[in-house]
């Protein structure tokens, strides 16, 4: 903390895996409560802990650390839940791959955790999120009807229409690392109606 080095921060994700986030500092101690403050940014190695800063600024930094810190720990989480696999098709690709929210980070409920994952390739992904794909809370597919009646080639039949009204085929093992129910449905209301 006093040479101001960078470190890197092996961020337990779940027992013997880790995310590296790097470059991080040490900017205080909290010896009383065990802990470091830790800055993930530039403009967070400049602010005293525990100062007062202004709204927008407290806003971007919240925003850094949404995107240096909370979002690559999720994406490690739901791939090692998923099996790195898309939970619609079972594609096994890491590079075609992504880890979803169900509601989106920019929604109020749309936070970086678990049960707000899904793991999906990236054109059950861009699908999921134009409401051309729903997913009902007990995890069965839904294309929408306007895709279902439609003739074109072997991507629309066997990529979408064919998994509609097909149960997910990749859930996660362990209950606790599944969807929540309630956001499903939260999001395929939103599916419905578009
Ligand atoms: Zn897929």
Redesign the pocket.
Known sequence: MLQSAPLIWFYGVRPGLFQAIFPVYLVGEEPAADQFVMALTEEQRVIRPGSRIEENLRRYLIGMTRHRLHQPVFASQVMAAYGTR?A??S?GHRELFDAAHIIPDSQLRGEAVIGNGIA??K??HAAYDRHILGIRPELVVEIHHRLLDEIDGPMLRHGLQDHHAQSLMTVPAARADRPDSDRLAERYDQFRAA
Request: with cysteine; proline share 0%.
């Open positions: 898309c619609v098709c594609l999906l390739c054109i059950h």
